[in-house]
């Protein structure tokens, strides 16, 4: 409860934030709370994490920061919640949170608009072989037109086979939708009709990729879902196909997308989400049909305003001895 939370004399809770948040998100902690900010966005390594906390109630930290169970075992008996800006948290020990008793809040809903843009963003520029023509112009390389100079793939009244009929993945497919596209999907349960919208339902997730002419990724990262899309499972997906990424880099085999896309089996990849961000396999750097952004689903004002104010609604719920609306932990 709120009152076995200790606070600073003039009552507010103490928060440790360890990134540089949006102005409004931080005015807003300012006003609410006793808080520390990181003015210079340093970064924050496990060491570093559980000095600073010394004398807090709770930290709001960011996907960039790492807290495995040794270090949730270290962190100062005072710090009682970590609110993380983020709607994924395999950055967190879950289970370590759980043992300790720390809860644990995260950021669902807000992102799922601005991520599902993304997801389109990548499949229109990976089939369209957007990054190849933007150097072309800028490099001065564009020549006479061609008629069968760079060829793309058709995006219309295509199957769209979507990982994960979440939140996420049902903005995408409304999305899709737009462009008459066939919706499959997979998910660990069956979506309601309301939900489903005449999308077709794949109990295995291996049937569903024999029917990928488009694959979206935008299931959670999990022990089930690591290195997913691997080499054989890439050997059942329709020759040509294009891949997008929009949810962990860890649910795809780097070597295997990376050799596809080499070999041509794969049309093209967009990518958004990597594994070992920002130090990225280096493969993919070289490769002309892999259209790249830099983790940036969530990256307008709005979105990232709106995840602050929601780690901030499940931060005010807890020390007002209510239930977070987001508590993972």
Known sequence: ??????????????????????????????????????PTDSVFDGARLVAESAGHDGILVCSTEKLPAAIIEKLPPEIKIVATFS?????????????????????PDVLTDATADTTLLLLLAAAR???????????????????????????????????????????????????????????????????????????????????????SINCPATKETHHFLNADRIARMPDGAVVVNTARGSIVHDESLIAALTSGKLAAAGLDVFANEPAIHPGYRDLPNCFLLPHIGSATKETRDAMGF??????DAFFAGKPPRDRVA
Request: proline share 4%; charged share 30%; net charge positive.
């Open 1 to 38: 409860m709120a009152s076995t939370h200790p606070q600073n004399s003039a009552g507010k809770p103490r928060i440790l934030v360890t990134r540089k948040l949006p102005a409004a998100v931080e005015a807003r902690l300012a006003r609410d709370y006793d808080a520390t900010f990181n």
């Open 129 to 215: 072989r957007a990054y190849e023509g933007e150097r072309m112009v800028r490099e001065d390389r564009w020549g006479r037109w061609e008629p069968t100079g760079m060829l793309g793939v058709h995006v219309t009244g295509k199957r769209l086979a979507i990982l994960g009929m979440g939140r996420i993945g049902r903005a995408v497919a409304q999305r899709a939708r737009g462009f008459e596209m066939e919706i499959h999907y997979n998910n660990r349960s069956r979506l309601s009709p309301e939900l489903e919208q005449g999308a077709i339902f794949h109990e295995d997730p291996e049937e569903l990729l024999t029917v990928a002419d488009f694959l």
């Open 87 to 107: 709607v994924g948290h395999d950055h967190i020990d879950i289970a370590a949170a759980k043992a300790r008793g720390l809860a644990v809040t995260n950021t």
């Open 310 to 315: 929601r780690a901030l609604d499940n931060l």
